[in-house]
């Protein structure tokens, strides 16, 4: 993606390299409610956040980026910034003013509005107060243990949970959580399949955007499906534990991802975005 020299994101907050103190004061809340975040991979809730937080240890050091993490950190405030205007221009069309997220960077362990998570959750987004959280220490994740490489596949990452903060705007999260608890669990991972997908959907329509603009690089289409690909949980599931359980999907097989991110880019629009009404996936 051409990026360089490009306007960056003014909503993007370093808390890299931060203590994070107080664990008490939230650890209340364990077991007893449970706040959905929304990933890229599978998983995701305040309670296995917590779990996974006990063995951190506050870190006072101050934060030095490396040149490598500076390149990094800029491409994703590009790729923000590009998010920004694209659903701006897109959901014009369709009556809806648009409110961009902040994304905070971290490493380790951060405090979000929904709760202590840590760089075991991946990338996520936080419907309570409207922030993309990320690792960057995921990006190398992404490229040594799920294969996908190129700076377009680090740009579907952001666009797909920009795509939740859309989903947000659009009360598509708030049903969500109101199906929670109302359906059994097996029900339940297949509308967050859908809401997944839908995501991924997102992602598509901003590359197209990006596409439109001129940004778009060869072999780019290629990196963003075959990241879509490898974070699908079929994949992973065979990769982490050698089998395949369907019902216990909820983001979708590596098929349905970069189909559903093909036919964002394709449509470019709304138009087909619509994962909960239709019958195949
Ligand atoms: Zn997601």
């Not at 994070?20 to 959905?36: Q, S, Y």
């Not at 701006?88 to 951060?110: M, N, W």
């Not at 290629?222 to 690909?229: D, F, I, P, R, V």
């Not at 216990?248 to 138009?271: A, C, I, M, P, V």
Request: charged residues 25%.
């Amino acid at each position: 993606m051409r990026w360089k020299d490009r306007r960056k994101s003014d909503n993007i907050e370093d808390k890299r390299g931060k203590s994070i103190g107080g664990f008490a004061a939230v650890g209340g809340t364990l077991g007893i409610i449970i706040i959905l975040i929304y990933t890229l991979l599978g998983g995701g809730n305040i309670s296995d956040v917590l779990n996974n937080f006990i063995n951190n240890e506050n870190n006072t050091t101050p934060y030095e980026e490396t040149a490598e993490e500076k390149e990094l950190s800029e491409f994703v405030s590009v790729v923000l910034a590009d998010t920004e205007d694209i659903w701006t221009e897109v959901l014009e069309d369709y009556g809806y003013q648009y409110d961009p997220p902040k994304l905070i960077l971290f490493s380790d362990a951060v405090y979000s509005g929904c709760g202590i998570a840590n760089s075991q959750s991946g990338p996520f987004y936080c419907p309570g107060d409207k922030t993309v959280y990320l690792d960057l220490s995921f990006f190398e994740e992404l490229q040594n243990r799920f294969g996908a490489t190129g700076d377009f596949a680090i740009a579907y990452v952001i666009a797909h949970e920009v795509g939740h903060h859309v989903q947000n705007l659009l009360g598509i999260l708030d049903q969500i959580q109101e199906i929670q608890g109302q359906v059994t669990q097996e029900e339940f991972n297949e509308y967050s399949v859908r809401l997944e997908l839908q995501a991924d959907y997102l992602a598509g329509v901003w590359a197209r955007y990006i596409e439109e603009l001129g940004y778009l690089e060869e072999g780019d289409l290629e990196e963003a499906l075959n990241a879509a690909s490898a974070v699908g949980d079929d994949r992973i599931q065979k990769q982490t534990q050698g089998y395949v359980v369907p019902d216990s999907f909820t983001h979708g097989t590596s098929e349905q991802r970069s189909r559903w991110f093909y036919k964002g880019f394709n449509t470019g629009n709304l138009d087909n975005w619509d994962t909960f009404n239709i019958d195949e996936l």
